[in-house]
């Protein structure tokens, strides 16, 4: 998460943080950021499912599998003595 990646738990705090303060934050809170709800158009529930916990969800499943895997069938590679 701190390199840039997307990660699938890190995203699934993160995001509905964002949407809950987006959906519940006091005027208070949007005046002391100098912003507003309508500022953020793009960050609903849906596109976070649909267009982002899937395919970072599918992403980390495959890297993980493909990369970890890799990297131990190349530490454990022996020739049959």
């Known amino acids: 998460m701190a390199a840039g990646f997307e990660h699938s ?4 705090y993160f995001v509905p943080m964002g949407l809950l303060i987006k959906q519940t934050a006091s005027p208070e ?3 002391s950021v100098a912003a507003s709800p ?5 960050l609903t529930w849906e596109r976070f499912l649909a267009a982002n916990l899937l395919p970072v969800t599918i992403g980390n499943i495959v890297g993980g599998a493909v990369l970890v895997g890799l990297v131990y069938w ?3 590679l022996r020739r049959a003595s």
């Open 74 to 76: 190349f530490v454990y």
């Open 29 to 31: 809170f949007w005046g």
């Open 38 to 42: 309508e500022a953020y158009p793009a």
């Open 9 to 12: 738990v890190a995203n699934m």
